[in-house]
Structure formats: structure tokens, C-alpha cells
């Protein structure tokens, strides 16, 4: 039996008989308002009592119409969006809404199994450049046009090998001359395939092991390599954004038992063995979790069941829906020290609610991290000032928290990819200012 769904509708299919007969209608959709229709046919499991197996068959579709591209809309879950981008309502858009950015550097993560993928835009005089990735390689796509265009096809992948693939759209902050402004839109992606969580490999930057793991390279394994410990209490602690997650790695008969644990509260007990080696698996997933910040472990308990050959525990990659972030730790933590003359200020825009201030030359903060990366959090607006950034000791260096107009939530420093050992940030208020801004505050958020 095949469960057939047509618009979200859902019908059982039998297709059982008592003989062999090809080329059949097992299922028909009847006359349709003309227009986007999606249609998924799946593997329902059963079967009628008569029948010997469970299996179905696909042999082709007979359409009225012609096949298109999937379409999933701007803001479809799986869709991961990094910077400040807002949600926009137009008629004339796909589906009737679309998202838009001016701030340099917002992005778009998709990831898809499949084999093409179009950019579906609108077009028009105030639009800019947007920067288009597509497995490392990228193209600059113009949005400009000198009247508006709704449901463009703004940039199209062609036809490609059908597999994984991640797709970028960033805003460049560049233009066409001819344009009045720098921002992009995103209207909707047609894919033929299907979107998939983003994976992130098991030494990607935002991972964080403690403990002895060892790296090894393993052509059955997602990205060619993998990471795995028999050191109890090794432990990958990482921070995630979304409503889903999945550790992925190989079970098999020389495998041990770890702990993971969500949100610091849930813990489970994962058993990594199986009687045969298995590549790529879903050890552990997650799904329908509030969309914010949530906290990952996943520890090395030295640990096996009876008749397993070792205790060790394998790291191969992670699906996201969303994305893996940085740990966020509010300016009110109390790992981050003060010195010197600041103030508490409430406002919404700001992370937690919140943020400290200060104009007064020589106040500082000061803090000790163990990581790779660091980026301070805060504001920039046209009264903000001067601050020093020394790491480590290093000479300071100057960053300018001048803007035109007030943004919240910016990277105003980042450290980049360190050695992963234990740094020292300082950030000290300077006294100077720019030419152009009416004050020298500077302003602490948060800390990633």
C-alpha cells in the first residue's frame, strides 16, 4: 500500500492484485483547479492481508500540465538566515510575502539533495548585488531593474549532479550604478529535490572537543574523516540554532556508549554498537525544539554492552535545522569583569534586553576564555565612540563604533580563528571618537 498525498490530502493505494499487470492507473487526482499542485507518493509500510510483500513501484506520472521545480517559500523552516533580515508582505510575491536585507554580510544557508536549484527574486529599481554561493563557488547576481518585477528567476543552478548540495545568498552591499540602493530579496527557491538539514563535518570551526580525540580519515565517513575517543569524560560541547539536530557518525561491532545532553537538563544514553559497521548513521537526533539557542554534549562514558570490541565513541558530523552558532554569553555574566565606570541600560533591541555603557575613558572589560573564537556583541550609532581591543597581551587595536544610524546586535571585533587554548580579551573605553559622531560611548551586549 502507498500513502499518496496531494496538497497535504493523504489517500491509502493499494496495489496489490491476484496477477501481474504493468502500466496501471493506480491513483488518479481527478480534475484540479489549474495551477501549483505538490504531489509526494510514499512507502506506507503495510500491506493488503493478501498480498506477500510491502514494497511499491513507481513507473511514471501522466500530467495534465508540466512538471515543475519543488517551490519552498522564504520562510520555510529548513531555510537558515544569519544577520538582520525582515519579513515583508506583498501580493505580489510567491506566496505573498518575501524577505529583505540591506546590511552587508546577512545571509541565506540552504541545504538541498537534488539536482538544480533557482533563485526566485523580485527585481527592481532599488535593488542591489547579491553574492550567490553554491558549493564554494560563487556568482554576483543583480537584482536591479528599471521597473518591478515580481517572482523572477534571479540566478539558476542548471542541472547538477544529483546529490547534497549548500546554496549562499548574501548581501554584498554592492550595486548596479544605476540602483538606488544596496539590498536583496528573497523570494523563494524552486528545487528539484528536496531541502535538507545543513551539515556541519565534525571539525568545523564552531565545535569545541575537550579531553583526547583523535582525528582519522575514513573515505566511508561523511567528508572523508571523523573523530572519535576512548578517554572517559572526552566530551564535544557545542551551540546550536533551530528546532533540530542530528549527531551522525557509524555504529558497529567495535563501539562504546556515550552521553548526550540537551539544554544541560535532558541526558540520554546512546549505545554506539551494532553487529555490523554502519557509515553515515543518525545516532541521536532531536526534533520540534523551541527555534532559539540550545546547548549540545556529547560525552565519552568509556562504557560498552557485553561483546562489544571497545568503548570508543565517533564523532562524523551534524544535521541542523538552522544552524550551528557560536555560545552566546549576556553582558550581565558574571565570568565578565567590569572595571571602571559603566551603566546598566534596558533596551529590546539589545540581547537579553540589555546592555552596559560607558564614556568614560580607561573603564574596561576584561575576560579569560578557553576556545578557538571570540566576538564581541554591541551596538553601533552616531554616538558612539572609540575602543581599544588588545588579545593576549597584543598591541591594542583601534574599533570605530561610529554608524550613521543605530544598529543593534553587530560583531563590532572578532578574534578569528585562534589556537584552542586559553585567551585573554581586553576592551577599554578610548576617550576618542570619530569626526563625525556625537559622543565617545562604547557599548557591551554580549559575547560569542
Do not use: C
Not at 277 to 294: E, F, K, M, N, T
Amino acid at each position: 500500500i502507498a500513502k499518496v498525498t496531494l496538497d497535504g490530502v493523504s489517500h491509502d493505494v493499494d496495489l496489490y492484485n491476484n496477477g501481474l499487470k504493468y502500466r496501471q492507473v493506480a491513483w488518479s487526482s481527478g480534475t484540479l483547479t489549474e495551477g501549483r499542485h505538490t504531489l509526494r507518493v510514499e512507502v506506507s509500510g503495510t500491506k493488503n492481508p493478501a498480498s506477500a510483500g510491502t514494497g511499491i513501484n513507481i513507473d511514471a506520472f501522466d500530467v495534465v500540465g508540466t512538471l515543475q521545480p519543488r517551490r519552498f517559500e522564504q520562510d520555510y523552516h529548513m531555510a537558515s538566515y544569519g544577520g538582520t533580515w525582515s519579513q515583508n508582505s506583498d501580493g505580489g510575491a510567491s506566496g505573498g510575502s518575501y524577505r529583505f536585507s540591506s546590511v552587508t554580510s546577512s545571509t541565506l544557508d540552504v541545504s538541498f539533495w537534488g539536482k538544480s536549484i533557482d533563485l526566485v527574486a523580485i527585481k527592481g529599481g532599488s535593488y542591489g548585488i547579491a553574492k550567490v554561493t553554491l558549493d564554494g563557488v560563487s556568482h554576483d547576481v543583480d537584482l536591479y531593474n528599471n521597473g518591478l518585477k515580481y517572482r523572477q528567476v534571479a540566478w539558476s543552478s542548471g542541472t547538477l549532479t544529483e546529490g547534497r548540495h549548500t546554496l549562499r545568498v548574501e548581501v554584498s552591499g554592492t550595486k548596479n550604478p544605476a540602483s538606488a540602493g544596496t539590498g536583496i530579496n528573497i523570494d523563494s527557491l524552486d528545487i528539484v529535490g528536496y531541502v535538507i538539514p545543513r551539515r556541519f563535518e565534525q571539525d568545523d570551526t564552531l565545535t569545541n572537543y575537550t579531553g583526547t580525540w583523535t582525528q582519522t580519515n575514513d573515505g566511508g565517513m561523511s567528508g572523508g574523516s571523523y573523530r572519535h575517543s576512548t578517554t572517559p569524560s572526552s566530551t564535544l560541547n557545542l551551540t546550536f540554532s533551530g528546532t533540530g539536530f542530528s549527531w551522525i557518525g557509524a555504529i558497529g561491532p567495535n563501539f562504546g556508549m556515550a552521553k548526550v545532553t540537551l539544554d544541560g537538563t535532558t541526558e540520554t544514553i546512546v549505545d554506539l554498537y551494532n553487529t555490523n559497521l554502519r557509515y553515515r548513521q543518525p545516532i541521536w537526533s532531536v526534533s520540534g525544539l523551541a527555534d532559539g539557542a540550545h546547548t549540545l554534549s556529547i560525552e565519552v562514558l568509556g562504557q560498552k554492552r557485553v561483546g562489544a570490541g571497545s568503548t570508543s565513541v565517533n564523532v562524523d558530523a551534524f544535521d541542523v535545522v538552522h544552524a550551528l552558532t557560536m555560545r552566546r554569553y549576556d553582558q550581565t555574566d558574571p565570568t565578565i569583569g567590569f572595571a571602571g565606570s559603566w551603566t546598566q541600560n534596558p533596551d529590546a533591541g539589545m540581547h537579553g534586553g540589555s546592555y552596559k555603557i560607558s564614556s568614560v575613558t580607561s573603564s574596561a572589560v576584561t575576560l579569560t576564555f578557553t576556545g578557538k573564537q571570540l566576538d564581541w556583541i554591541g551596538a553601533k550609532g552616531p554616538n558612539y565612540g572609540i575602543a581599544t581591543v588588545s588579545l593576549d597581551g597584543g598591541a591594542p587595536v583601534d574599533i570605530d563604533l561610529y554608524f550613521s544610524s543605530l544598529r543593534y546586535k553587530q560583531v563590532l571585533w572578532s578574534s578569528g580563528t585562534l589556537a584552542d587554548s586559553t585567551h585573554t580579551l581586553k576592551i577599554e573605553v578610548s576617550g576618542r571618537k570619530n569626526a563625525s559622531s556625537g559622543g565617545r560611548a562604547v557599548t557591551v551586549d554580549a559575547i560569542d
